[in-house]
């Protein structure tokens, strides 16, 4: 119990930058990106931002049917209507036949999801996409490149997210990178203002930030854990009530935080690559293998698919004991999530959502990782669960 790898998550750096915006610029090799208070905040800006460039009333967005439920809040509030689409058998994708058949007079927008790094089929997805005059959103709340080198944002509009666990953590923010320009005047302003500024509110958040280091640590993430009004990796339907400002005294953190996490991967050498290319098991579907070819992308957490459901609950539930940081994720698809069973009613059913729920096994990445990861698993689970 008192040993418990997180199961994603980098520290926060509290160096500051004297001219933030102009380092923004350079990180993100553009001036036109607009800031908000969360991920969830950016992409309804985003969703409101199309429907105004469309000047129509019905809008419909179309998302995986396995994803974060932010997805929906977002879209919900914006005013669209969110539309499922399944996911290809055993993968994190969009399953283009049904995106396609999907598709109508209506579609303003579809969100495709760098889900744990593992980059979507954007090229697909924009032949799909241009010539109808659909907005392809590139929601990457859960990827930022490796490098400068690496850069190469993907959609019309591409979403980032800094809140906890995220690659980039600065306890919340997000961002819109706008690389069609014909609609980033449309995003709305911040309704809500982002607070964070002053003195105070810079000591606060310099004190939350080093508790959030130090609960990164095996040895304390425990305690977090064990508190059941945190609700930790659970999975929450919250419906949006405003788009936020981000907060202005977290600004100058961000550009060495970017800095930070580019630091970090040009000097892990392979590490991921090297610790789970020991752990792939016969029967298991090693996703980012196979989806993401011989390089490896920065990915959040490391996902499996097991043989069958079984098997998933049981390595869960024995890992978990063993304090090894492995999650199931969102363990259900959008229109199972409760709070949103009426949203989707009379869509689906989406059985390789379903499916991708029931064998997905997440395996933390981070640098509190060991690199002997492979081998205690190996040791301690593979004897247990006789697989
Ligand atoms: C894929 C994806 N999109 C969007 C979001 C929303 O980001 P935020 O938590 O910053 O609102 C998340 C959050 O977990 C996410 O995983």
Redesign the pocket.
């Known amino acids: 119990m008192f040993y418990q790898l997180p199961p994603a998550g980098n520290p926060i750096t509290l160096r500051k930058s004297d001219k933030p915006l102009e380092d923004l610029e350079t990180i993100f090799q553009t001036s036109r990106f607009r800031l908000y208070g ?4 950016a ?1 309804a800006a985003v969703i409101k931002a199309v429907m105004a460039a469309r000047g129509t009333g019905k809008a419909e967005v179309l998302l995986p049917a396995y ?2 439920p ?2 929906v809040s977002a879209t919900l509030f914006a005013g669209a209507d969110p539309v499922l689409v399944d996911l290809e058998p055993k993968r994190p994708w969009l399953n283009l036949t049904e995106l396609e058949k999907k598709i109508s007079a209506d579609t303003a927008a579809i969100i495709a ?1 760098n ?1 744990f790094g593992i980059p979507e089929r954007f090229d697909r997805l924009k032949a799909l996409t241009k010539h109808r005059g659909i907005t392809l959103i590139e ?1 990457s ?2 990827y930022f490149p490796a490098s400068a080198n690496a850069i190469r944002w993907q959609g019309d509009l591409t ?1 980032l ?3 906890r666990g ?1 690659p980039v953590s600065l306890l ?3 961002a819109v990178i706008c690389s069609d320009n014909s609609i980033s005047h449309y995003l709305p302003s911040n309704e809500t203002e982002g607070g964070g500024a002053g003195f105070t509110a810079d000591k606060l958040f310099q004190l939350k930030a080093t508790m959030y280091n130090l609960l990164l640590s095996p040895r304390f993430y425990w305690l977090p854990e064990s508190l059941p009004f945190l609700h930790l990796g659970e999975t929450v339907y919250h419906p949006m009530d405003s788009i936020k400002a981000f907060p202005s005294g977290r600004l100058a953190y961000l550009p060495p935080n970017l800095k930070a996490y580019w630091d970090r991967h040009r000097h892990s050498g392979g590490r991921t690559d090297r610790i789970f290319s020991q752990l792939t098991h016969g029967e298991w579907t090693d996703l980012p293998a196979i989806c993401c070819g011989n390089e490896l992308p920065p990915l959040i957490r490391y996902p499996f698919l097991a043989a069958n459901k079984k098997q998933a609950n049981r390595i869960y539930s024995r890992s978990k004991r063993h304090g090894l940081g492995v999650t199931r994720m969102y363990k259900k698809p959008l229109n199972e999530i409760e709070g949103l069973e009426h949203v989707f009613a009379g869509q689906g059913p989406f059985p390789n959502a379903k499916e991708f729920a029931d064998l997905l096994l997440t395996f933390p990445t981070h640098r509190g990782v060991p690199e002997n990861f492979a081998e205690v698993f190996n040791k301690t689970l593979r004897i247990d669960t006789g697989i």
């Open positions: 969360s991920g969830t905040s992409l994803t974060c932010e997805l999801v889900l929601d709340a859960q979403i997210s800094f809140g995220k919340g923010g997000g």
